[in-house]
């Protein structure tokens, strides 16, 4: 099992002091010190006011904070959890997610969503309703300008003329693709597409809030993870070569009831074919946030 860290300014109630540079920096080195084999951001570059006022987080624009990490660290993974693919058109992503792996040294794992935010679609110049059909197109489209680079890749809200000459990254044929989502079209383009799956294992409102069907359960999400690897096998494709990753929330490390949720949780994904575990931390205070990254470390023998 592999652990993955997301930066803890991506916690509603963060404290503001985790944006500072001197932070970032600092909490980026503990998390590579103590074992975390990657750290995560995730994507919102126009969130309402009114879904931040309910629970929504701030962030930053995850490929510039990424490459920010990537300058204080030497191999800490970088993740994007999730850069949402219809905000941008696929050349724009191809140009911004190979250079960060770039600057990094081949460190990237580029997990990819659709994105739920209708006031987030619109301050954006991007239709809505359109979002699941530009996912599709758009995650084709990178997977071609990467493995292809020279070829013209044309969309339906773009179009490249004539021999192109765009950047490539250093990982080949290209970084990991992780495909978010719990919908049988996420499986699909997990096996056409992907080498890694981020489901979310959360009540059903939580999946209605972010627009995917819900894994409620561990046994619900061992049958979607048993479905996966079957359609992978059909593809003729290797299902021990796709990692899973499974988020879970902090815990008092202090309470043991929290404690032995957390380890059941845990070994019991992993029983139903979890490969990482993304770990939220505590986000009042940078020392409470480095506190519980050493004690998560501890706790899992990272």
Known sequence: MHFTLEYPSDVPTANPELREPAVLRALSVHAEAVGFDAIALADHPAPSAKWRRSGGHSTFDPAVALAFFAAATSTIRLMTHLWVLPFRTPYLTAKTLSSLDEVSGGRLIAAVGAGYLRSEFAALGVEFENRVTLFDEYLAALRAIWLHPETPVTGTTFAAAGEMAVTTPVQKPHPPLWIGGNSPATLR?????????????????????????????VDDFARTADKLRQLLADAGRDPAQIEIQVAVPAVDFDDAAAVGELDRFVSAVGAAGATRILAHVHASSASAAETYMTRFAEHFGL
């Open 189 to 217: 383009r997990v096996v056409e597409h992907g080498s890694g799956w981020c489901p979310m294992v959360n009540p059903a409102a939580v999946a209605s809030s972010v627009r995917t069907a819900a894994i409620e359960t």
